[in-house]
Structures are given as structure tokens and as C-alpha cells.
């Protein structure tokens, strides 16, 4: 399973980076930066990062990385 976002959505609003902070940061330029792949033992804060995505960018993908 891998973490997708969708770049053209993404305004990187940063909501992500509260809920998994493991994963997802915004850079020095306040741009989305993140890791495709994750820790299984990471998946809550995951889900809760792609539940607070205002504009929906990010999915989780099933297809390995």
C-alpha cells in the first residue's frame, strides 16, 4: 500500500502534516513533501491525514510501491 496525492488538488493546506507528521511536512517553501511508502504501525495517523484533507488530494493506493 502506498500514499497518493494528487498534486493538482493538493494546496497544501498542511492538515496532513498535523495528523501524520511521520509522513507528510511542508517544506521551508510551505510545499507538501511526504513518503509514498509507510509503516503499517503508521496507518491511523494515515487515514486520519486522509480524512483531513480538505480537497480530498490524498488516497491510499493498494498497488505496492
Known amino acids: ?10 494546496q497544501n493546506h498542511g492538515l496532513c502534516a498535523i495528523s501524520a507528521p511521520a509522513n507528510f511536512a511542508l ?3 510551505g510545499k507538501l513533501q511526504y513518503h509514498e511508502s509507510f509503516n503499517e504501525e503508521n496507518i491511523d495517523d ?16 493498494r498497488d505496492a510501491a
Do not use: F, G, H
Not at 494515515?46 to 493506493?61: F, N, R, Y
Open 27 to 29: 517544506d521551508t517553501d
Open 46 to 61: 494515515i487515514e486520519d491525514a486522509v480524512d483531513s484533507c480538505p480537497l480530498q488530494a490524498i488516497t491510499l493506493s
Open 1 to 10: 500500500m502506498k500514499i497518493v496525492v494528487d498534486q493538482v488538488k493538493c
